[in-house]
């Protein structure tokens, strides 16, 4: 079980949040004319890298925040978790 | 005659002046207190425990702990009967009932021996290759043959009685293991002002120090490990746990520790827990969890009454128990001579074979001080005697030693036998640690760490006394220094061991001339050393790979003595080194844990929480039958008298039609929404408009997932300017909660919004059928509730004497009905209330399957048809789909499959005999006897009894079903074996124009 520090909140269990996928995702905006295939990658594609990973995470059973964490998905490593609003600070 | 096998002369830990009374195979014993199962019936002279795995072999103990492969025993009886124990953890108990397993009919004479004499039936990958042919034998032939001969323990069949629970724990310093390496560290860190943790799976701390002659500042080591624990006890910021095996290290520093709490106890308090799971956050973890001596190939080297020489001193030395009188020492190291000197001090003269031409080591000198000639230069070859060992074949090695050169017999009744020491590293390789191969002492220790963990002393091949305490204070000072500004250095105590010298590199016998005994390497899944030979003969290279081919180390003890000699003979005739050879993969758990202690006290109806609402009184009271919805438990019926399920439905059901019914949908969820982005944010997440709802006004609404399927519904009131009040589908309620917060903080944190779940503040009352009104009425005398006044959709505050109320006018059934809402705390006030207004109207409560009837009947969705699956045009909602506006999942509804003409639409369906009942989950086909795969059309995805026809009505998802209605199809349920020949028809099966709702 993963210890995840969630930026407002601190030091929590991972049993506390929920994974949000991949934080580089960006919604097009709306009303935009946006072709199908660009669509498709926005709602069905996602990168599965091995290593560092920019992600999101639900602090459910806690302050209810959404934040950005960044995480090594071969090793579980957190370098670091930030609110949405700001970079990670490394 | 019983205790007949006890020391004279050692020292132990047993309590003689407490006797126990237990039962073995159904014949009593007696043990005294402080026995485990194994000591007290190694006392009683009793050596066979149970039969091997595959070769149904006689089997005793080979360990006195965790290291046990063979000696396994069912335990109790009844439903607290629990197999597959190892009898050297069992603590014993008064009353203990154990009986040996995998034996029938019992354990001298058992009938799967003849395996035994097949043995070459059983080869090494006997499962892949004995049993592929022909396939349907599997399954009737070999699988159950293979289940009865080799199965273990028997499960018992009702619930576990006993109670197990769960602890959440953090501390700077883990320590697992009490030996002299984990007492020192954690002296030292809990000197120094760190949080401490000492974890010990026995019942007694000190390790090692409990069993070797050393002495430690002025004291004897044993003496030192109690001064030590009673230090540790008189300390704050130490927990010290014996009973307790840290048997799993995951992810950041989370390490789950097992707690025998009262399985010692003969009697314990009501509530005192049988086990406890801790979950163990560490900031750093010390692994000091010592070594298991490696056992030695040899043939038949699995007859009751071989033993490891350190279980043979630990039985003398802590349980005052002789594993025999006539005992062979068989070592390839110094250590082993520790064990003959024990067996001296109780005036037994052991025979000593040592594969080493010689050792100077002090150990050695003092056992030939006592007029022992040690036959160096030898081994053993084979042993003799069926039940339990009764001579041994020794002999002395060529200049090679890979041949006897004379071979003689010898009488005895125990082999202690020495490989040298295996490290603990379980852990460490749990952790992610990279192991690497020291040559010195011919194993694996840890070397880098992925995580904040430290291996010290033996588990880190650190094998004599003075390095384990220097590296247990170092470390555990410099580690507690990490969480602490105190700067406390603890100094290291003097001490004194015996000198050892090297071990020979030599762990598998010769095969004495013209036979062929097995000699085995791993004991629990009885693979030899042939079974290794014949797998690298097949071809098998990798390790991983002969592991799985021969089973060698998958046994329930994760071979913990069998791995190295496994990975030594691989190594040897490959002729390669072991690094290269390489280790299998470490995986929790290290030792066995029950099912009990892992699920905790998450048993039965504490499995999940459980809501209800203000009003489950009341529903008790009048004979509701309740059913889970989510987390909720919600009314189903209401049966009276006699009814059935069916018969109370649809009396309920036909009441809301007829009279008036209310229902309880306090479980919707409810979100509060505010801000002056309000409006902007409900635009953008549902499908429709919402820009200009007046104040006062409800409406419904659908939401999108990106993908453009339908992710729930509901209807939202506008309270005030930029105040609205959401309900969602009681499924949901969390999710939508999670989509807005998602929305809102990630999307679009520019708009000013704040969401806020209020399901658990509202107490929601549904009041549906046509006399709902004057009901309402006679409720609210002070509230025009006329049509006018409070249309469809409207809404309005009231007060019910004192208390605030809200009213609102919407429908899920299809009739005239409100919604009442107050603050939870008056909701079953309310009900009452209006159970007791609404008498003269016949208002009678209705549950989910009335609720559900009455929605299915008007084509109204819900949870079935909003399955994932659906995007609106799919479920007749095309119509609240904004043309003028972006919305979440918009850009999804233009791609070409789903603009598709030919979706699957919703539809409803009679049956075509106006009778029979259409299961749910039934595929619709035009032909049910074509040949298969009969092409699908649709499913059926709610049925009903509609109280408005007294005909079953269900709703379907059918292809192009517009274009179907007035077809016949047949809907097939093949679970049930069920064909209904149906008619379609439209899915708005009453009231198609919704005029009652706005009546
Ligand atoms: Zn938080």
Known sequence: MLEIKCPYCGKRSQNE?????????????????????????????????????????????????????????????????????????? | MSNQYRTSNSKGLINKEKIINFTFNGSSYQGYEGDTLASALIANGVHLIGRSFKYHRPRGFLGVGVEEPNAMVQLHEGDRSEPNIMATEVELVEGLKAKSQNCWP?????????????????????????????????????????????????????????RYEHNYEHCDVLVVGSGPSGLSSALAAAK????????????????????????????????????????????????????????????????????????????????????????????????STGSIERPISFGNNDRPGIFLSSAAREYMKVYETLVGKKPIIFTNNDSAYATALEFLRNDIKPIIVDTRDSSEGQLVKEVQGHGIAVRFNSGVANTKGHLKIKSATIGTLDGQKENFISLEEVECDCICMSGGWTPTVHLSSQAGNKLKFNEDIDAYVPDKKR??????????????????????????????????????????PTSNEPDQKPHEKLWCMPLPNGQKPKRFIDFQNDVAVSDVELALREGFRSIEHVKRYTTLGMAGDQGKTSNLNGLQYVSNIEKKIVPEVGHTTFRPPYTPVTIGTIVGREVGNHYLPTRKTPIHTWHEEHNAVFVAVGLWVRPRYYPRGTETMNDAVNREAANVRKNVGICDVTTLGKIDIKGPDAPEFLNR???????????????????????????????????????????????????????????????????????????????????????????????????????????????????????????YRISFSGELAYEVNVESNYGLHLWKKIMETGSEFGVQPYGTEALATLRIEMGHVAGPELDGRTIPYDIGLNGMVSQNKDFIGKRSLSKDAFISEDRQTIVGLVPVDKKSKIPEGSHLVV???????????????????????????????????????????????????????VEVVSSHYVDPKGERVRS
């Not at chain 1, 660009?38 to 890298?49: E, S």
């Not at chain 2, 004479?109 to 090494?124: K, S, T, V, Y």
């Not at chain 2, 049993?131 to 499960?155: D, H, N, Q, T």
Request: charged share 20%; aromatic share 10%.
């Open chain 1, 17 to 90: 949040f929920s994974y949000g996928g991949d934080g580089n995702i960006k919604r097009p905006a709306l009303g935009a004319e946006i072709s199908t295939k660009d669509w498709d990658d926005f709602v069905y594609f996602r990168d599965n890298p091995r290593g560092r990973h920019t992600e999101l995470w639900h602090h459910v059973s806690g302050c209810r925040q959404w934040f950005k964490a960044s995480r090594d998905t071969a090793t579980h490593e957190i370098f670091s978790t930030c609110k949405m609003n700001e970079d990670f600070n490394e």
């Open chain 2, 927 to 981: 032909d049910d006897k074509a040949p298969t795969p009969i092409p699908k059309l649709g499913h059926v995805s709610s049925s009903c009894w509609s109280v408005e026809y007294n005909n079953p009505f269900s709703i379907a998802i059918l292809k192009d079903g517009k274009k179907q209605i007035g077809k016949k199809l047949i809907a097939v349920c093949p679970l049930k074996d069920i064909s209904v020949p």
């Open chain 2, 685 to 807: 997440v549902y499908t429709n408009a919402w820009l200009k709802l007046p104040v006062g006004k409800a409406r419904y609404g659908v939401m999108l997932r990106e993908d453009g399927m339908v992710f729930d519904d509901g209807t939202t009131s506008r309270l005030s300017e930029n105040h609205f009040h959401m309900t969602t589908t009681t499924a949901q309620a969390a999710n939508v909660l999670s989509h807005l917060e998602y929305y809102l903080q990630v999307v679009w944190p520019d708009l000013d919004v704040n969401v806020l779940s209020t399901t658990e503040q509202w107490a929601g009352i549904a009041i549906a059928g046509p006399k709902s009104r004057e009901l309402l009425a006679k409720l609210f005398p002070s509230i025009d509730v006329s049509n006018e006044s409070l249309p469809f959709m409207g809404l309005v505050d009231a007060k019910l004497g004192d208390i605030p109320a809200r009213i």
């Open chain 2, 106 to 162: 019992s354990v001298k004479f058992d009938i799967g021996e003849i395996n035994n004499l097949l043995n070459r039936f059983f080869p090494a990958g006997f499962y892949y290759k004995t049993f592929m042919w022909p396939k349907s034998f599997w399954f009737k032939v070999y699988e159950p043959i293979i289940r009865k001969a080799a199965g273990m323990g028997v499960a018992p069949l009702s619930p576990d009685p006993d």
């Open chain 2, 192 to 287: 120094n002002g760190a949080r401490v943790i000492l974890a010990e799976d026995k019942a007694h701390f000190g390790g090692s120090l409990l069993n070797d002659d050393v002495t430690i500042g002025n004291m004897s080591g044993r003496e030192w490990a109690s001064d030590v624990i009673s230090q540790l006890k008189s300390m704050p910021n130490v927990v010290v746990k014996n009973r307790s095996q840290v048997f799993g290290y995951y992810d950041h520093n989370m390490t789950v520790m097992f707690e025998r709490v009262s399985d010692h106890i003969e009697n314990p308090s009501k509530y005192t827990p049988r086990q406890r799971l801790h979950y163990i956050r560490a900031g750093e973890v010390i692994v």
């Open chain 2, 451 to 492: 995580q904040k963990e430290t291996a010290i002393g033996s588990a880190n091949g650190a094998f004599t006394l003075n390095q384990s305490l220097a590296e247990g204070f170092q470390v555990g000072f410099e580690l507690s220094n990490k969480f602490t500004s105190n700067n406390i250095k603890t100094d290291v």
